[in-house]
């Protein structure tokens, strides 16, 4: 199944009632609340209330957004970034894998990233947490190819993965990486950006979509697709790709 959810960094200007009152008026099911601004890593006040304040909009909490970076332990303990998604009632926390691309990164880094992944793996799968790799440019999971290298490295099932589409590549090499990565995937970010970076409406990218979303329903398990970076930052283009959204995942 299929769910439909905004990440809140699309709105890092809007408090979170804000946050709330967007997703709710775009008829979503969920939010993925930011660790830099939203719900800051250790402000366990702040994690449990804006818990309540989505569970009583009827919302769900899909995901915590840590900036947790794995192999960088030492900069943010995971133990304060675990806290607040259990506060915060995330079944899931993204992390970043490491803080270099896999092309420049060492041996000796991936086995810390490795090592620190099996780590906060262990930890948080203690709690019934499943951590989540950021699939991002400039980290151990910036292709399709080394984040399934990451992922096979680390074997712990409390590990797995985010994806989302590669701006500088085109549709077919997209698909690729997302095949490669599907027994893992768990979440979506869904955005649609021209080859030039320039943020355009989702439904830009139907063509592209429709085939992704293909592969994802493919797995029969529950992915949330969550809306991130709009148009301008504004409220008027997210309700337009909500609704892009909501139209897409209907039709499946």
């Known amino acids: 199944m299929l769910r439909a959810g905004v990440c809140s960094v699309t709105f890092r200007k809007l408090p979170p009632q804000e946050v709330i009152r967007l997703a709710t008026q775009a008829g979503l099911q969920g939010i993925e ?81 490795v090592e620190d992944s099996q780590h906060i793996a262990q930890s948080a799968s203690r709690e019934g947490v499943t951590i989540c790799y950021e699939f991002h440019g400039n980290t151990l999971t910036d292709t399709g190819e080394s984040a399934r290298r990451l992922l096979e490295a680390v074997a712990h099932p409390a590990m797995r993965t985010y994806w989302q589409p590669r701006v500088e590549q085109s549709l077919l090499p997209n698909l690729r990486d997302l095949r490669r990565l599907m027994p893992w995937l768990v979440n979506v970010h869904a955005f649609w950006w021209s080859s030039s970076g320039e943020r355009c409406a989702l439904q830009e990218g139907e063509k592209a979509w429709s085939r992704f979303l293909q592969v994802v329903r493919l797995s029969q398990r529950e992915h949330w697709i969550l809306l991130e970076f709009v148009r301008g930052d504004s409220a008027e283009a997210f309700l337009q790709d909500a609704r892009t959204l909501q139209r897409w995942l209907s039709a499946g």
Not at 66 to 72: E, K, L, M
């Open 33 to 113: 609340w930011g660790g830099d601004i939203h719900v800051p890593h250790g402000d366990l006040q702040k994690a449990r209330e804006v818990a309540r304040q989505t569970r009583e909009a009827g919302l769900v909490v899909s995901s915590y957004g840590s900036y947790y970076r794995a192999g960088h332990g030492d900069e943010l303990p995971f133990e304060k970034v675990l806290a607040t998604a259990q506060e915060l009632g995330a079944p899931v926390i993204r992390v970043w894998a490491g803080k270099r691309g896999s092309h420049e990164a060492s041996p000796e880094y991936w086995q810390k990233v």
